[in-house]
C-alpha cells in the first residue's frame, strides 16, 4: 500500500478515529486482547467498519515489519472502501486496472496483488473464469482483494463508466510506440493490460487514447503479462509519488 493509506497500531487507528479520520478496513491479529484492541473493535463495530482477522504473518507482511518483531495488533485501511460501486470509485478520480481476457487465475491474482500493492484504486477483470476460478485467484492474490476492490464485469461498460467519467484508457500492447516513463499516468487514468495469448482484443485498442509499449532486448517476442503490468505501475508509483 502506498505510505498514507494504512495506520499501524491499536493507539494509532483509535487516535485516527477520533479525528474524523474514514478508515474502510480494519485488520486485527486473531486472539489479539489488550484493552487498546478491545476498544478498538467495539469503536470500529459502533462505526460501521468492517473488521477482519489475521494471522500473526498477516500482520507482520502487511505492516512491513521484519519477520524477527512483533507485529502491531491492529492495522486500518485508508483511502479504499472495497464495497463502494465502479461508479462510486470512478468519482475519485484514482488509478484503475482492467485485465481483458486473462485466462489463469494464478495470472489474475498476481496482477490482483501487484495493483493492490502499487496503490491502485480498483481492478475490474474481464474473464471466462468461474467461481471456482475466481476464488483460485483470490487465493493467488493473498486475498488481496479484502482491501482493493475487484470487479467482475465486460470491458464494454468499463470503458463507457471510464468515459462518462473522464478517464484516460491507455493500453498496454505490443503494438505501443510509447514508453511508460514518456506519458502521463496520474490521475483519472485507466490501464488495460491484455490476456496471456492474445492481448488486448483489437475491439478493446480501438477505444484507448494511447499505447504503451514496454521496452524488450531479447530474443523472445513479448513477456508474461505480470512484467508489463508490474513496469506500468510501479510508473504509476513512481510519477504520483514525484507530484506530492
Not at 478496513?25 to 467498519?49: H, M, N, P, Y
Not at 473464469?129 to 492474490?141: F, I, M, P, T
Not at 514496454?214 to 510508473?235: D, R
Amino acid at each position: 500500500m502506498l505510505p498514507g493509506m494504512k495506520i499501524s497500531g491499536s493507539e494509532e487507528i483509535l487516535a485516527a478515529l477520533e479525528r474524523g479520520a474514514k478508515f474502510s478496513r480494519v485488520l486485527i491479529l486473531r486472539g489479539a486482547s489488550s484493552g487498546t484492541t478491545r476498544s478498538l473493535v467495539r469503536l470500529a463495530k459502533e462505526s460501521g467498519i468492517d473488521i477482519i482477522e489475521g494471522s500473526e504473518n498477516d500482520l507482520k507482511r502487511m505492516s512491513d515489519s521484519s519477520f524477527d518483531t512483533t507485529p502491531p495488533e491492529a492495522l486500518g485501511l485508508l483511502g479504499r472502501d472495497p464495497s463502494l460501486s465502479l461508479d462510486q470509485i470512478m468519482e475519485l478520480k484514482g488509478s484503475i486496472w482492467l485485465i481483458a481476457g486473462a485466462q489463469y487465475p494464478v495470472n489474475i491474482g498476481y496482477a490482483i496483488r501487484t495493483i493492490e500493492v502499487s496503490g491502485g484504486a480498483a481492478v475490474i477483470v474481464d474473464s471466462e473464469l468461474n467461481s471456482d476460478g475466481r476464488k483460485a485467484s483470490s487465493r493467488a492474490s493473498m486475498k488481496a482483494d479484502r482491501f482493493i476492490p475487484v470487479k467482475w464485469m465486460r470491458w464494454q461498460g468499463a470503458i463507457e463508466l471510464a468515459r462518462r467519467h473522464g478517464y484516460r484508457v491507455v493500453g498496454i500492447e505490443d503494438s505501443g510506440t510509447l514508453e511508460p516513463w514518456d506519458v502521463d499516468l496520474t490521475g483519472a487514468c485507466m490501464m488495460i493490460i491484455g490476456g496471456e495469448r492474445h492481448g488486448i482484443p483489437e475491439q478493446l485498442l480501438d477505444h484507448c487514447d494511447v499505447v504503451l509499449k514496454i521496452p524488450m532486448g531479447g530474443f523472445l517476442p513479448s513477456y508474461n503479462l505480470q512484467a508489463p503490468l508490474a513496469v506500468v505501475a510501479t510508473e504509476v508509483l513512481r510519477q504520483k509519488r514525484s507530484n506530492t
